[in-house]
């Protein structure tokens, strides 16, 4: 009984591939799921349902590094694990979010700017993606290819981010989608919870989970590069696709959201300025 488990838990020898190898061959599957998603919306002409399957993609992704690798099997299983939880969660949250609503403001402009063209610059932009998908994949991908266990001190550690971090992504998206179904609420800035403290708490616990495979892989060969998920991410938030883009259209859109600019971090929940205390430092 111990040598049939041993050999499902285990992927068979032959088919062990190398970190280069997996990152490739990966990266590869993935170029080819999002151009078959665009072929899909150029019949459904909604750009948005690649939301939902870059997270499905990644926890795939994630499935695939922990049964190819050939690193230790605990720590191949943890990340693993980790990584499709998240990608199930999140790819699901944007599906159904999305389910009969328009097309998500970023596609539409994209489509505005370019016309006729625009088919065309929709694919590069969806493969464009598949590069910061890899990028983030580096972190578990060095983490499941090392060949000893970390400390235990660290798997708890990288347990304990994942939980904070997902719990309260999901926390604050349900308190998002919450606000918005209350018809009195429509055009308001959502100040409850978690978005009291922060612009974007979700975007702050999505960097959050990139921080927890750190730990999986400190003392691995190229365990600096797990460093760069939750950089990456951080990145494409607060700089490219992010936070400019939901914050220029509800500044043109919401009253209120230019006070709410003023007085609340826009990642890291903090205790919100008070308006007196604005003004305040005006006059200094």
């Known amino acids: 009984m111990f040598v049939r488990c041993s050999a499902i838990a285990e992927p068979p020898t032959h088919l062990l591939v190398t ?11 993935l170029a080819l799921l999002f151009t078959a998603v665009w072929a899909a919306q150029l019949r459904t002409g ?13 926890g795939g992704i994630g499935v695939f590094y922990a049964w190819a690798s050939p690193g230790d099997l605990a720590t191949r299983l943890l990340a693993g694990t980790m990584l499709a939880v998240w990608g199930l969660r999140l790819g699901t949250y944007i599906h159904r979010r999305g389910q009969g609503q328009p097309e998500d403001g970023r596609y539409t402009r ?3 700017e370019h016309g006729a063209p625009a088919n065309g610059w ?22 499941m290819g090392r060949m000893d266990r970390p400390h235990a001190a660290l798997l708890v550690l990288a347990v304990v981010i994942w939980i904070v971090a997902v719990i309260g992504e999901a926390v604050a998206d349900h308190q998002l989608a919450a606000f918005k179904r209350d018809p009195a609420h429509r055009g308001q800035v959502c100040r409850a919870g978690l978005w009291r403290y922060s612009r974007h708490p979700n975007y702050f616990f999505e960097c959050l989970h990139w921080a927890a495979y750190v730990p ?6 190229w365990g600096w590069l797990a460093l760069l998920p939750p950089a990456v991410m951080a990145f494409l938030l607060l700089k490219l696709s992010g936070l400019p883009v939901t914050e220029a259209q509800a500044a043109r859109t919401r009253p209120g959201y230019a006070e709410y600019i003023r007085t609340t971090s826009a990642l890291i929940p903090w205790p919100p300025r008070a308006p007196a205390a604005l003004a305040e430092t005006k006059t200094l």
Request: no cysteine; glycine share 6%; proline share 4%.
């Open 19 to 29: 970190a280069p190898h997996a990152f490739l061959l990966a990266w590869l599957a």
């Open 46 to 58: 909604n750009a948005s349902i690649i939301d939902a399957w870059w997270a499905w993609s990644l």
């Open 110 to 112: 994209l489509r505005e």
């Open 122 to 143: 929709m694919l590069g932009f969806f493969l464009l993606q598949t590069v910061f998908s890899m990028l983030l994949s580096l972190g578990p991908l060095v983490a």
């Open 216 to 221: 999986l892989a400190l003392g691995a060969a």
